[in-house]
T-cell receptor
Framework: KQEVTQIPAALSVPEGENLVLNCSFTDSAIYNLQWFRQDPGKGLTSLLLIQSSQREQTSGRLNASLDKSSGRSTLYIAASQPGDSATYLCAVRRHNDMRFGAGTRLTVKP | GAGVSQTPSNKVTEKGKYVELRCDPISGHTALYWYRQSLGQGPEFLIYFQGTGAADDSGLPNDRFFAVRPEGSVSTLKIQRTERGDSAVYLC??????????????FGPGTRLTVL
């Protein structure tokens, strides 16, 4: 059974700092990996999707990498802002379901 | 509509009661998914529809849970004889078509279910 782990569970940084969130998974037979953002009381917003054949994806200040063979992904956030404060979830997909990690709760202090 | 919508946003019920949760997917999306998210955890897959049929219901925890999508658009998640452990946020997602490495799921805001 696919297990997805995210480290750290919570992270607090000052505004402007660059940071890395980590995601690991146990079964490398995946279609893709997605990073989501979740604000309190809200649904999930897709940030980046990396296909299994890709190594990384970039969107603005966000960069996600995927090392399928080692079962790892990282989300890099450059020049963090208070508006980046949220919970970040990674999810791996195989067939029709996605397996999520428990998330990293990020707080960016002004 | 612009996105996936779910109603109600909050539902409080008593143990043993029956509840229905509704999901309106993005227009034209053939695939629809239900997830359950407990506090401090990531969403957990429940069931997936392709069109009107439940293509994968392996995530439903027991036979108290059932979901339908009779016309291939709106879906209803039904929970019978609710238990306190059913309390969670129920999320719905839709995608243009299931499968494939680029298929992106779009999530609704969820329904927060509280069983007293």
């Amino acid at each position: 059974k696919q297990e997805v782990t995210q480290i750290p569970a919570a992270l607090s940084v000052p505004e402007g700092e660059n940071l890395v969130l980590n995601c690991s998974f146990t079964d490398s037979a995946i279609y893709n990996l997605q990073w989501f953002r979740q604000d309190p009381g809200k649904g999930l917003t897709s940030l980046l999707l990396i296909q299994s054949s890709q190594r990384e994806q970039t969107s603005g200040r966000l960069n996600a990498s995927l090392d399928k063979s080692s079962g790892r992904s990282t989300l890099y956030i450059a020049a963090s802002q208070p508006g980046d404060s949220a919970t970040y979830l990674c999810a791996v997909r195989r067939h029709n379901d996605m397996r999520f990690g428990a998330g990293t709760r990020l707080t960016v202090k002004p | 509509g612009a996105g996936v919508s779910q109603t109600p946003s909050n539902k409080v019920t008593e143990k043993g009661k029956y509840v229905e949760l509704r999901c309106d997917p993005i227009s034209g999306h053939t695939a629809l998914y239900w997830y359950r998210q407990s506090l401090g955890q990531g969403p957990e897959f429940l069931i997936y529809f392709q069109g009107t049929g439940a293509a994968d219901d392996s995530g439903l925890p027991n036979d108290r849970f059932f979901a339908v999508r009779p016309e291939g658009s709106v879906s209803t998640l039904k929970i019978q004889r609710t238990e306190r452990g059913d309390s969670a946020v129920y999320l719905c997602a839709s995608s243009l078509q299931a499968g494939g490495p680029t298929d992106t799921q779009y999530f609704g805001p969820g329904t927060r279910l509280t069983v007293l």
